[in-house]
């Protein structure tokens, strides 16, 4: 029975060497087979995973002889943390190894949507010739709100430096003496809401934090923001966005993460139609580079630690 389970995708040449050291199964359909997933759980010490499989419950229940859980990339909502401590079972996120795919992502979106002009390739292609209404804004002079401001929220800080923005940020924790703080200017969440022209979401999904970007907190918004969530699905109520959007109250929005993942059709329902929004499939963190980084960060603090239990 293999020692490590390995249930979405991770770098090949990573996996190899696991495989090398451990018996391994490693195979990225098991996410979607609960079934045959607990039953090969059943037996080892690892397992790794990504956002979908569901750390909890009964595929903990099943894994009686876990030691550890691997997560490729860095969210921890989808892993009962508090039961696998309480069974003494370690959890090692991939801490840094995609904050700048993530800063990446949020720049560009934040690019695109202020320019406007980039999906209109069929229409020019087509014969048209719209430049008054694709006529866009400059991303220089303005202000970009970060909500939240950890490792990932200081990279775009300093790429939104570098474009001339002004940075403002909103962490409740984050002490303001902290020198961390030389990137941004600490303002209230309501002060960033009315200020920055492009907000950015860098906030786990918690009781407190869900919702947090709804109907009141858009309203006070700046006409004609830009809104980037590439954090957790549930920190913005998706409805509330879709209606400001439709009644053009926000210039814009990028949706990376989702309440539903994957996001299904009767979900995905209530954005037809909005030309000013871009979804993607909770890809902003994996980029070919960082997929390496993480899979190379987990491979080496599983090896070390089940080198440590040997």
Request: hydrophobic share 50%; proline share 3%.
């Amino acid at each position: 029975m293999a020692d490590i389970i390995i249930t979405e995708f991770m770098d090949e040449a990573a996996v190899e060497r696991l495989s090398a050291r451990h018996a391994t199964v490693y195979d990225p359909a098991l996410v979607d087979q609960p079934d045959r997933l607990a039953e090969l759980v059943e037996q080892a010490r690892v397992l790794i995973v990504r956002n979908r499989t569901q750390v909890r419950g009964a595929l903990l229940e099943a894994g009686k002889k876990l030691e550890c859980v691997g997560r490729l990339g860095v969210g921890l909502d989808n892993i009962d943390l508090a039961a696998c401590k309480a069974r003494g079972i370690e959890v090692f996120p991939a801490t840094g190894a995609n904050d700048l795919s993530v800063a990446e992502y949020v720049m560009t979106m934040a690019l695109m949507l202020l320019r406007g002009a980039y999906g209109a390739s069929a229409a020019v292609a087509g014969g048209q010739w719209p430049r008054q209404k694709l006529i866009g804004r400059e991303v220089s002079g303005r202000v970009m709100g970060l909500v939240g401001y950890g490792a990932i929220a200081r990279e775009v800080a300093r790429r939104a430096a570098a474009f001339g923005m002004q940075v403002v940020a909103f962490d409740p924790y984050l002490p303001a003496d902290d020198p961390r703080w030389a990137g941004a200017e600490l303002v209230t969440l309501t002060e960033l809401l009315q200020r920055a022209d492009v907000v950015s979401l860098h906030v786990p999904l918690t009781e407190t934090t869900r919702h947090m970007i709804g109907t009141a907190e858009i309203a006070s918004m700046k006409e004609g923001a830009i809104l980037v969530n590439a954090a957790r699905g549930g920190v913005v109520d998706e409805a509330a966005l879709a209606e400001a959007l439709r009644a053009g109250r926000l210039g814009g929005a990028a949706l990376d993460v989702f309440e539903t993942e994957p996001l299904d059709a009767e979900s995905g329902a209530r954005f037809a139609g909005l030309d000013n929004l871009v979804l993607t499939p909770h890809i902003a963190g994996v980029t070919e580079e960082s997929n390496i980084r993480v899979s190379d960060l987990i491979a080496d603090t599983v090896l070390k630690f089940l080198d440590g239990k040997s």
